[in-house]
T-cell receptor, first 113, second 115 residues
Framework: AQSVTQLGSHVSVSEGALVLLRCNYSSSVPPYLFWYVQYPNQGLQLLLKYTTGATLVKGINGFEAEFKKSETSFHLTKPSAHMSDAAEYFCAVSDQSDYKLSFGAGTTVTVRA | ETGVTQTPRHLVMGMTNKKSLKCEQHLGHNAMYWYKQSAKKPLELMFVYSLEERVENNSVPSRFSPECPNSSHLFLHLHTLQPEDSALYLC??????????????FGPGTRLTVL
């Protein structure tokens, strides 16, 4: 069974500053990893995913994440925050034998002008 | 329509009412899901349908009754709900296959308020 831990339920950054959201997972098999974003009163939208291959994954809106197997981590970063990045972010994991996703509890990002 | 659509977007109902939530996916996927998202709580997986058969029911009370008449449509029938059932209900779909990644596509959700 997989599980996901997102460190920090709330992150506040200044506009133009680095955004770093932390995600650690546990999985007994090689995982597939995802980051989703949710804007108020909307569904979840996929930001990026890691399945196989290159461990640095680029997504939409300037976000990227790096899969580090040795650290069982998949942290999400964006070099320069924009006001439109204010949202809730969810890390999720699935394994190759089970189509279900296990989600983290989410991290709310606020961006200060 | 594209992606995953849900209707209604907002629903207010009394505890004695019966209502249904509808989800439709236009992606040709073969699996569909219902999630409950409550304030300050992690996303809760309620039901999973694979090839139109229910394959998972995560101890959901019987006042929630899912229906999947075909691979594109999913319903959640609601009756005699409680105020604590107020939440955002999200539908998702995915393509199950041995080469798939498990990526799920979500609808915008139905905001349910039970009075």
């Amino acid at each position: 069974a997989q599980s996901v831990t997102q460190l920090g339920s709330h992150v506040s950054v200044s506009e133009g500053a680095l955004v770093l959201l932390r995600c650690n997972y546990s999985s007994s098999v090689p995982p597939y990893l995802f980051w989703y974003v949710q804007y108020p009163n909307q569904g979840l939208q996929l930001l990026l995913k890691y399945t196989t291959g290159a461990t640095l994954v680029k997504g939409i809106n300037g976000f990227e994440a790096e899969f580090k197997k040795s650290e069982t981590s998949f942290h999400l970063t964006k070099p320069s925050a924009h006001m439109s990045d204010a949202a809730e972010y969810f890390c999720a994991v699935s394994d190759q034998s089970d189509y279900k996703l296990s989600f983290g509890a989410g991290t709310t990002v606020t961006v200060r002008a | 329509e594209t992606g995953v659509t849900q209707t209604p977007r907002h629903l207010v109902m009394g505890m004695t009412n019966k209502k249904s939530l509808k989800c439709e996916q236009h992606l040709g996927h073969n699996a569909m899901y219902w999630y409950k998202q409550s304030a300050k709580k992690p996303l809760e997986l309620m039901f999973v349908y694979s090839l139109e058969e229910r394959v998972e029911n995560n101890s959901v009370p019987s006042r929630f009754s899912p229906e999947c008449p075909n691979s594109s449509h999913l319903f959640l029938h609601l009756h005699t709900l409680q105020p604590e059932d107020s939440a955002l209900y999200l539908c998702a779909s995915s393509q199950e296959s041995t080469s798939g990644s498990g990526e799920q596509f979500f609808g915008p959700g139905t905001r349910l308020t039970v009075l």
